[in-house]
């Protein structure tokens, strides 16, 4: 009886085996690399992350800083306004008792109004200032999350691609990249 041909077995199961390596190395090298495109753009989001919440921080801290001096001038306000309370006091006392009212208490008194105008004006200035950079600051802050929201994304994305390359699942490779691309849109947002 004729023996059945020999089939090399061995050698078909390297090629085999070879193929399979070859396309697990190709599906590494592209998890590899969506996640150190990833890895590199998140450091770029988070240091702008960083950096509108210092600008914000900064300007909320300039606007405080016109916060106290419009106070102080509407102080300021208030003690011109008690001056020219007493002198008008002292004007109506003396109008009362019937004697002379000196001219420099008029006088006082309409520059003591005068002040208050000039003050008033100064006040409201810096209230404005305060509402520019606190507005400003608002408008940093709420850039700020979208920054930080697109860091946690591209993180999760990051994370989600080590779990494709040890499990070598695709699935879960394309939800990285599904949620690295949501990342990569809320920086440009952002931006």
Known sequence: MPESPEVETERLHE???????????????????TTAAFAAIAAIASLRAGATANEAL??????????????????????????????????????????????????????????????????????QARDEKSAEADHLLHRHHRFAGSVALLQVAIALGALAALTRVRFIWWGSIALGLS?????????
Do not use: H, N
């Not at 990342?183 to 931006?191: D, I, K, P, S």
């Open 15 to 33: 090629t085999i085996q070879e193929e399979l390596e070859k396309e697990g190395s190709s599906f590494m090298r592209r998890i590899a690399m």
């Open 58 to 127: 900064l300007l909320k801290t300039e606007a405080t800083r016109f916060q106290a001096q419009a106070s102080d001038q509407w102080a300021y306000y208030q003690a011109k306004g008690t001056k020219a309370a007493v002198q008008e006091a002292t004007r109506a006392i003396l109008e009362t008792l019937g004697k002379p009212v000196p001219e420099r208490i008029g006088g006082e008194i309409a520059r003591y109004g005068q002040e208050q105008q000039a003050i008033t004006a100064e006040a409201r200035g810096m209230e």
């Open 183 to 191: 990342g990569v849109g809320l920086l440009a947002l952002a931006l």
